[in-house]
């Protein structure tokens, strides 16, 4: 078993098909995934849109907060660059080979 940090598992999505979050505008995200004040995040702008996928994929407990906040092909295009504990990238390298090959590419 994959460890997001220590005692907690990491989830991940039966496919990449089925996450439909949003991948445009400002996105808030629930107190349980980013518990900052400032909770919204704006997709426009590469960075933010970067450190909201690290935190849902770190914080996630239920695979609807992955379908809610996160996009399929927006991840697999950022994969490379995103910033993951090494438990949640070989949990989701291991169920989704082909984030794998987006590493390599």
């Given at each position: 078993m994959h460890l997001a940090r220590p005692h907690r598992p990491v989830v991940v999505a039966g496919t990449l098909s089925e996450l439909r979050g949003p991948t445009s505008g400002l996105v808030e995200l629930p107190l349980r995934l980013w518990w900052h004040p400032q909770r919204a995040f704006d997709l426009s702008q590469r960075t933010m849109l970067l450190w909201m996928y690290e935190n849902v994929?770190?914080?996630?407990?239920r695979a609807d907060e992955l379908r809610n906040h996160l996009d399929g092909p927006t991840l697999a295009r950022l994969w490379p660059e995103l910033n993951l504990p090494r438990g949640v990238r070989a949990?989701?390298?291991a169920r989704h080979p082909r984030l794998r090959t987006h590493v390599a590419a």
């Open positions: 994929l770190r914080e996630a407990i949990a989701w390298e």
